[in-house]
């Protein structure tokens, strides 16, 4: 395994300490969110679709269509997606 040092900021230190065990999962619950939240501004803003944003941040079409709609957006099927969906 390899060792990563990461400078956190005191109001952090204290909140982490009880979760010492579980920075692992933190991290990697928290880089989950970060690719599905960019992968979405694309989707939203660059045209990307839903399908090809999912992938991007490696989740199911299923749950980014779920963290889209929460976010308020509306997914769409059009020509691209389903040629992307099915090609």
């Known amino acids: 395994m390899e ?49 090809k944003a999912a992938r991007m941040a490696g989740v199911s079409l299923r749950e980014m269509t779920e963290y889209a709609v929460s976010r308020g957006l509306r997914a769409t099927c059009d020509e691209k997606t389903l040629e992307e969906e099915l090609g």
């Open 3 to 51: 060792q990563l040092v990461v400078e956190v900021p005191d109001h952090l230190v204290k909140e982490l300490e009880a979760y010492r065990g579980n920075l692992g999962e933190i991290l990697a619950l928290g880089l989950r969110q970060i690719k599905m939240q960019q992968a979405l501004v694309l989707f939203g803003e660059a045209g990307v679709s839903l399908w």
